[in-house]
Nanobody, 125 residues
Framework: QVRLVESGGGLVQAGGSLRLACAAS????????MAWYRQSPGKEREMVAN???????NYAASVKGRFTISKDSATNTMYLQMDYLKGEETAVYYC???????????????????WGEGTPVTVSS
């Protein structure tokens, strides 16, 4: 089982900054990728940014240049630095990880996706 603990959400004024963190723990062989998603009321969940095992990153066009995703492989923790936040970015932010897990005594593995419970971010205009 993999456990994801998100932190760093809260209330911030438009134009301000927040830093989210997602710590992964549990039984897994490796992390293939990690990502941040967000979901605003009445809208579908959308990808904000992701980071691969080698450190490659991708961003949604709406956040490029303002948000920075990073990770600490030693602690299996992912971060999202959010600067110049906008009111429309009020949402619950979710952590998603794609990990490799061992599925039997022979050592066979498979990839599995886990989601965190989300951390709310409120940007006041």
């Amino acid at each position: 089982q993999v456990r994801l603990v998100e932190s760093g959400g809260g209330l911030v004024q438009a134009g301000g900054s927040l830093r989210l963190a997602c710590a992964a723990s549990g039984r897994f062989e490796s992390i293939n990728s990690m990502a941040w998603y967000r979901q605003s009321p009445g809208k579908e969940r959308e990808m904000v940014a992701n980071i691969g095992s080698g450190g490659s990153t991708n961003y949604a066009a709406s956040v490029k240049g303002r948000f920075t995703i990073s990770k600490d492989s030693a602690t299996n923790t992912m971060y999202l630095q959010m600067d110049y936040l906008k009111g429309e970015e009020t949402a619950v932010y979710y952590c998603k990880v794609d990990v490799r897990i061992v599925i039997n005594v022979e050592g066979a593995t498979m990839n599995q996706i886990y989601w965190g419970e989300g951390t709310p971010v409120t940007v006041s205009s």
